[in-house]
């Protein structure tokens, strides 16, 4: 048997569509996707780039993962690096991390307070 991973599902609290959206799709520049329409009701947003995709879906009593957390991946560690420009700017934390051989990476927190971890393999 051989696995892959569909989605990665986060939660957010009902209102905080328009943030998750400047972020995920304005700030790490990945596409908003539809739900479908037997969940578009239930609120929440999905996203994709290639074949990632990231799940948000409200959650009454929200608490932001704070340990747990998806790890993207880049190619280039320039564009990384970039990213992280885009992030200070925009106004998440950027905190490196170089505890992981052979990556570059940061964490950051999406607008509710996941974490998020962002890397990219060192070039050798």
């Not at 996707?33 to 037997?38: N, R, T, Y």
Request: some cysteine; proline content about 10%; aromatic content about 8%.
């Amino acid at each position: 048997m051989s696995w892959t991973i569909h989605h990665v599902q986060l939660s957010c609290p009902a209102g905080s569509q328009p943030r998750l959206r400047q972020f995920y799709a304005g700030v790490l520049g990945l596409t908003e996707i539809p739900k479908p329409a037997e969940l578009a009701a239930r609120g929440g947003a999905w996203f994709r780039s290639g074949s990632v995709e990231l799940h948000l879906g409200v959650e009454a009593e929200f608490r932001p993962a704070r340990k747990a957390h998806p790890a993207l991946q880049l190619a280039d560690p320039a564009e990384l690096e970039a990213l992280a420009d885009r992030l200070a700017a925009a106004g998440p934390p950027v905190g490196w991390d170089g505890a992981l051989p052979g990556y570059h990476r940061f964490h950051t927190a999406d607008p509710v307070g996941n974490r998020i971890e962002l890397l990219a393999p060192i070039n050798r």
